[in-house]
């Protein structure tokens, strides 16, 4: 039987087996932890996002695999879990591992803990590398409070009511995106809570042509605009606490009123309102000439 070292959990007993989520590499193998290598030795059953993948890194980590390997990724989840669970409360030792980062962090796996939580098998993790974690470390933004949102929604008017629902937030806050749709997700932001906001999109983070572009969020969408390329994840800063305005209709339309009362004219004013309450400046427009 393998010896496992530094753990906190074992299943030498039988009984309930033991799940383990192990975080892989995000870009350079030789960031994997150590132990990656010895949980993948001696697990009784590897899941995998990915099992190419798997094979690819357990190549390049000289580890060969004993125990079974299964995939277990967004498409099988639901009817995997069970089987895994099955697996667990019958003494075995699985393993998860995702494509990159740990597991269960916008990626496969939550359901597969909620489930072993609930029936009582015991459930750690191999810690490594995160994107969130890194990017969060390299943007040059505060990082005492911050706040993991995941991938933003696809429809244009979710993804707008999800950044509205943030404009107050005052955490750093930080995004999973795909390459294509980096420019749309940013000019989003830029709508909702100003091009000035600071940010930083971390491209290829750890990888040969890892890239970390700083500035405020309306620079980031023209350099968007050009093209991004590879895994990205966005860090920004979060609101200020400053003045803002209430994002129900009635409050809206009475802020610009009462801005064009000063003396304000009604395009500035309906910039202004729609920055301080994080909704789009189209929805402004809209109340205010009754669209």
């Known amino acids: 039987m393998p010896r496992w070292h530094d753990r906190r959990v074992t299943n030498d007993e039988r009984g309930p087996g033991v799940l383990v989520l192990a975080a892989t590499p995000i ?17 009784d059953v590897v899941a995998a996002e990915d099992t190419r993948r798997l094979k690819r890194l357990t190549s390049d980590l000289g580890v060969t695999v004993t125990g079974r390997v299964v ?12 089987v895994l669970l099955e697996a667990l409360l019958d003494g075995k030792r699985v393993l998860l591992v995702t494509d990159a980062g740990m597991p269960s962090v916008s990626d496969p796996g939550y359901r597969l803990v909620a489930a072993a939580v609930e029936a009582g098998v015991p459930v750690t993790a191999v810690p490594g ?13 505060p990082v005492d409070r911050f706040c ?9 008017g979710e993804r707008g009511r999800r950044l509205a629902s943030l404009a107050g937030e005052e955490r750093t806050m930080v995004f999973f995106e795909a390459p294509h749709r980096t420019e749309t997700a940013l000019r989003a932001m830029a709508e909702a809570w100003g091009e000035d906001r600071a940010a930083a999109v971390c491209r290829e983070l750890t990888k040969t042509h890892e890239e970390v572009r700083r500035g405020p969020l309306g620079e980031l969408v023209a350099w968007a605009a050009e093209g991004v390329r590879g895994e990205v994840t966005i860090v920004v800063q979060g609101a200020d606490g ?8 009635t409050s809206l339309r009475d802020a610009v009123r009462e801005r064009e009362d000063r003396g304000m004219n009604r395009k500035d004013a309906i910039v202004e309102v729609a920055k301080l309450a994080g909704v789009p400046k189209r929805e402004v427009y809209n109340l205010v000439h009754g669209a």
Do not use: H, I, W
């Open 27 to 43: 870009g350079r193998v030789a960031d994997a932890p150590p132990r990656l290598s010895e949980e993948l030795a001696g697990a």
């Open 71 to 82: 995939s277990y990724f967004e498409g099988n989840e639901s009817a995997r879990t069970p």
């Open 129 to 141: 590398p995160s994107a969130v974690l890194t990017a969060l470390a390299v943007s040059g933004l």
């Open 148 to 156: 993991f949102e995941g991938f933003l929604p696809r429809k244009q």
């Open 242 to 249: 400053g003045p803002s305005v209430a994002s129900d209709e």
